[in-house]
């Protein structure tokens, strides 16, 4: 079995979730408040004693049919392996959010650098076809605001290498235009097309969606 991490930094839903797979999974591990996506995953890779170990972002339901059971092939063993997860505002199913097991010694020595964390360990990435979990980012109106900024970002940057164009326009409509109806919906909308657009503007550092103050302040000019 992996070492399994929760990687949690102010989420206002963090320690439910945290206790939620803590119970199931007794072997799990916290890594908690440190500042920035990519020293956090370091800080989580440090923790681990496994050739690959699981991530769990602080905002994910998982599944009961989740059972971080999964064994890697040798020749798989510097393979970024992603599960899809269901977001609540839009019910795309995809990567966003989803439960990660990365290869340990890549992990520590990650391009931190790269806007998007996933795809700067490794150049090998596999796409899981299980559902590991609900994202539910959309706690409350910043935080689906943020959310969706930071992924439409990424979107519509194509700074997430071996994107699918096709694919993440479609992405792109859908955060933009579905949900509003649901908790946080609008703010999750509104976050989408301020991503969309700073995403597509020339000339901006895109490293900036990593860095939570710089975040809130956008978030506050709404």
Same mark, same amino acid.
């Given at each position: 079995? !992996?070492?399994?991490?929760? @990687?949690? %930094?102010?989420?206002?839903?963090?320690?439910?979730?945290?206790?939620?797979?803590?119970?199931?999974?007794?072997?799990?591990?916290?890594?908690?408040?440190?500042?920035? @996506?990519?020293?956090?995953?370091?800080?989580?890779?440090?923790?681990?004693?496994?050739?690959?170990?699981?991530?769990?972002?602080?905002?994910?339901?998982?599944?009961?049919?989740?059972?971080?059971?999964?064994?890697?092939?040798? %020749?798989?063993? $510097?393979?970024?392996?992603?599960?899809?997860?269901?977001?609540?505002?839009?019910?795309?199913? !995809?990567?966003?959010?989803?439960?990660?097991?990365?290869?340990?010694?890549?992990?520590?020595?990650?391009?931190?650098?790269?806007?998007?964390?996933?795809?700067?360990?490794?150049? %090998?990435?596999?796409?899981?076809?299980?559902?590991?979990?609900?994202?539910?980012?959309?706690?409350? $109106?910043?935080?689906?605001?943020?959310?969706?900024?930071?992924?439409?970002?990424?979107?519509?940057?194509?700074?997430?290498?071996?994107?699918? =164009?096709?694919?993440?326009?479609?992405?792109?409509?859908?955060?933009?235009?579905?949900? =509003?109806?649901?908790?946080?919906? =609008? %703010?999750?909308?509104?976050?989408?097309?301020?991503?969309?657009?700073?995403?597509?503007?020339?000339?901006?550092?895109?490293?900036?969606?990593?860095?939570?103050?710089?975040?809130?302040?956008?978030?506050?000019?709404?």
């Amino acid at each position: 079995m !992996y070492d399994i991490v929760f @990687i949690s %930094y102010n989420e206002p839903n963090a320690d439910a979730n945290w206790e939620l797979v803590k119970y199931r999974f007794p072997r799990a591990k916290r890594v908690d408040g440190v500042k920035g @996506i990519h020293q956090a995953h370091i800080a989580a890779a440090k923790k681990c004693f496994t050739k690959m170990f699981w991530v769990v972002d602080a905002d994910a339901k998982i599944l009961d049919s989740f059972k971080f059971d999964h064994k890697v092939d040798e %020749y798989d063993l $510097e393979t970024v392996h992603v599960w899809r997860s269901r977001n609540p505002v839009n019910d795309l199913l !995809y990567g966003y959010g989803g439960v990660k097991l990365l290869p340990r010694k890549l992990t520590l020595n990650m391009d931190t650098t790269k806007p998007d964390m996933t795809t700067s360990i490794s150049e %090998y990435f596999k796409a899981m076809p299980e559902t590991s979990n609900v994202t539910a980012f959309n706690t409350n $109106e910043f935080e689906a605001w943020k959310g969706a900024f930071r992924e439409c970002t990424k979107l519509a940057s194509k700074t997430i290498d071996r994107q699918n =164009e096709d694919e993440t326009n479609e992405r792109l409509r859908v955060w933009t235009t579905v949900g =509003e109806d649901r908790p946080f919906g =609008e %703010y999750a909308i509104k976050g989408a097309i301020a991503g969309r657009e700073y995403g597509l503007s020339s000339g901006v550092d895109i490293r900036l969606i990593n860095d939570f103050d710089w975040l809130h302040e956008q978030f506050k000019q709404l």
